[in-house]
Structure formats: C-alpha cells, structure tokens
C-alpha cells in the first residue's frame, strides 16, 4: 500500500486541478511505473518511446505536451536531454521515497 502513495498524492493535488486530463494521469502513472521498475529511483531518465507504451498514448506529440504541462503546472520537473542515447530527466516532486 505503501508503494501507491506517489499517484495517491498526485490525484489529491489534482483533485482541484481543472487542467489536468485523462492523459496527464496516464502518462504521470506510467512514469511512477517506469520509476518502481528501477528502484524508486529519483530522478529517472526516460525516452517517450519507454512512457508511451506504458501510458498507452498513441502520439509523441501528445506525450511530449502532457509532460511538458505537468512540468509547468509542477507535478513533475522535466529536463528533456534532446540527444538519441540519453533519455529525458524527470523528477518526482510528491513523495518521492518508497518508503512514504
């Protein structure tokens, strides 16, 4: 139960949030699974091609502007690496630590 506290926090910041969407929540829980897959590590890098199939989003496009709003809006902080063998930065900003 412990584990699920990050996407617990993230919907109680959200819960007022009128800019978030559906696919925000998708691509923010399937960089918390990307995270617990590496060790609860903080923060991971990612390529959108590793999210966008745990998310189920169909477009890059669509993937890079939800991260790019959740960085903006500061659930997240997101430093994109633009170089092939190296993937983006992202930081968790709620409960980062397994153990909360």
Do not use: W
């Not at 139960?1 to 996407?7: H, N, Q, V």
């Not at 995270?35 to 991971?44: A, D, E, H, L, Q």
């Not at 500061?74 to 980062?96: A, C, D, Q």
């Amino acid at each position: 139960m412990e584990k699920i506290k990050p996407l617990s926090d993230f919907f109680t910041a959200i819960e007022k949030d009128y800019r978030i969407s559906p696919m925000h929540i998708a691509i923010y829980a399937a960089l918390l699974q990307f995270r617990s897959v590496k060790g609860f590590i903080n923060p991971i890098f990612v390529f959108s091609s590793e999210i966008i199939v745990i998310a189920k989003v169909s477009s890059a496009n669509t993937y890079h502007k939800c991260v790019q709003e959740l960085h903006q809006y500061g659930y997240i902080k997101y430093k994109p690496s633009f170089k092939k063998n190296r993937g983006s930065e992202v930081h968790f900003l709620f409960s980062v630590d397994a153990d909360n």
